[in-house]
């Protein structure tokens, strides 16, 4: 097949920790020779892009920082358009308050003054934060996720990430978020397309989840490929109502698909 663009997932498709996923590197490098445009778009909202290209960077993967979108960049972004004024009353890691500081929004840690509730990754998450959470959104605030993922890939096991954090938010507050950012949304699809400046039909999204990474590509228009070298097996793809146009081992075969 021909394409002009790729989305390339990380945790669970290029990388697993700091580790490259045996195979990728040799998959990318490959995309990189097709003269394939590429994004790498990740669902970690606690890292900007500079970080991943030191991580990435170490791991063999030559990117710039332009060519990375993540959670937190894409909740950054729809924060300064729809709540640039208001004072966030943030449940999550520092390393997303410090996006929110660096993009000039105005975090608080009081649950009277805040005008929305963003929930996310937080390894210190405990019950005062389900407090906050409940106080706050009692009082109708808007509630905002920076991505649904429930599970996240590590080096050793799987791990919660920040759907984890966002359910329990939600069951003890008795409401959904009112949006939940990072992939799959319309936000994340919209920043995609900003920076992939191709039609979706010549564009491949290559992903460990089908929930997320393939779920983009579908709603997209964009051809989608599924690798299970990260938190998703052939079981799960038979039991999914989500069906990648592609099942990989790994991204070392993508030459399956670019020819």
Not at 232 to 253: I, K, N, Q, Y
Request: with cysteine.
């Amino acid at each position: 097949m021909e394409f002009s663009g790729a989305v390339l997932d990380v945790d669970g498709t290029v990388v697993r920790g700091n580790d490259p996923i045996p195979g990728a590197p040799a998959g990318y490098d490959r995309i990189q020779e097709a003269g394939i445009e590429t994004l790498f778009v990740s669902n970690n909202p606690t890292k900007a892009p500079p970080a991943y290209v030191d991580r990435l960077g170490a791991a063999g993967y030559d990117v710039d920082a332009d060519r990375v979108i993540t959670a937190g960049t894409v909740t950054t972004e729809y924060l300064r358009r729809h709540h640039a004024t208001d004072d966030l009353i943030c449940i999550g890691a520092p390393g997303l308050l410090d996006q929110f500081d660096d993009a000039g929004l105005s975090t608080t840690d009081d649950i009277e003054a805040a005008d929305a509730l963003v929930a996310s990754i937080d390894h210190e998450f405990d019950y005062d934060d389900l407090c906050t959470g409940l106080w706050a959104l009692d009082r109708g605030i808007p509630f905002i996720g920076t991505d649904p993922d429930i599970v996240i890939p590590a080096p050793d096991r799987d791990v919660p990430g920040s759907g984890a954090v966002i359910r329990s938010l939600a069951a003890v507050a008795e409401r959904d978020p009112d949006i939940v950012l990072g992939k799959p949304s319309d936000p994340a699809i919209a920043m995609v397309r900003e920076r992939l400046s191709h039609p979706p039909e010549e564009c491949l999204v290559v992903g460990d989840r089908l929930d997320t990474d393939i779920a983009l590509g579908a709603r997209a228009g964009m051809t989608t490929a599924l690798v299970l070298s990260g938190v998703t097996d052939e079981a799960d793809v038979a039991e999914s109502d989500v069906e990648p146009d592609h099942v990989l081992d790994d991204l070392g075969e993508i030459g399956r698909l670019i020819g």
